[in-house]
């Protein structure tokens, strides 16, 4: 059974700050990783996604992989109160065909 | 484009009825997902889909069939409800060719069987 564990939060950051949220995964042949952000009430959608060990920036949003340790996080740096948001860890399969979704971190991010 | 539609957005079953959640994409993607959310939880895969005719189970089909005669619907059909369902139902589609795991979503369907 794939595993997805994430802190469900909530992480509370004051405006402007760095936000760490953080994920490990229990397969150790996941490939892909993908960090979600849901509103609430809303669907979700993909802000970053990373294959490789390191970190990866877009924006204010950087991503970084620890295949040895099964971790990977998101920061998201001058974090803004839109931030304010359910952030979704997931795994890709080899084949790329499905995710395994964590739990998900509520980031309250306060003027 | 209209991405991803559900139909319908809310509805409230009572134990022991049917019912077919609708999805339909215009994105032209080979993969579809139909997801479970329950609240505060992440996302729960039911079925999927990696072209027309073929389907294969998730990590929570019990209860649930899915058809795909078309590459733009995957409806998802609910037999014998009951409260153990009671979650908001989420659609994704995803290309088959380079940004797997990019999985573009519906709007989602509130049930509740009481």
């Known amino acids: 059974q794939k595993e997805v564990e994430q802190n469900s939060g909530p992480l509370s950051v004051p405006e402007g700050a760095i936000a760490s949220l953080n994920c490990t995964y229990s397969d150790r042949g996941s490939q892909s990783f993908f960090w979600y952000r849901q509103y609430s009430g809303k669907s979700p959608e993909l802000i970053m996604f990373?294959?490789?060990?390191g970190d990866k920036e877009d924006g204010r949003f950087t991503a970084q992989l620890n295949k040895a340790s099964q971790y990977v996080s998101l920061l998201i740096r001058d974090s803004q109160p839109s931030d304010s948001a359910t952030y979704l860890c997931a795994t890709g399969d080899n084949a790329g065909n499905m995710l395994t979704f964590g739990g998900g971190t509520r980031l309250m991010v306060k003027p | 484009n209209a991405g991803v539609t559900q139909t319908p957005k809310f509805r409230i079953l009572k134990i022991g009825q049917s019912m077919t959640l609708q999805c339909t994409q215009d994105?032209?993607?080979?993969?579809m997902y139909w997801y479970r959310q329950d609240p505060g939880m992440g996302l729960k895969l039911i079925y999927y889909?990696?072209?027309?005719?073929?389907?294969d189970k998730g990590e929570v089909p019990n209860g649930y069939n899915v058809s795909r005669s078309t590459t733009e619907d995957f409806p998802l059909r609910l037999e014998l409800a009951a409260p153990s369902q009671t979650s908001v139902y989420f659609c994704?589609?995803?290309?088959?060719?380079?940004?797997?795991?990019?999985?573009?979503f519906g709007p989602g369907t509130r049930l509740t069987v009481t």
């Open positions: 889909s990696v072209g027309a005719g073929i389907t």
């Open positions: 994704a589609c995803q290309t088959s060719g380079g940004a797997r795991g990019e999985q573009y």
């Open positions: 994105m032209n993607h080979n993969y």
């Open positions: 990373i294959y490789s060990n």
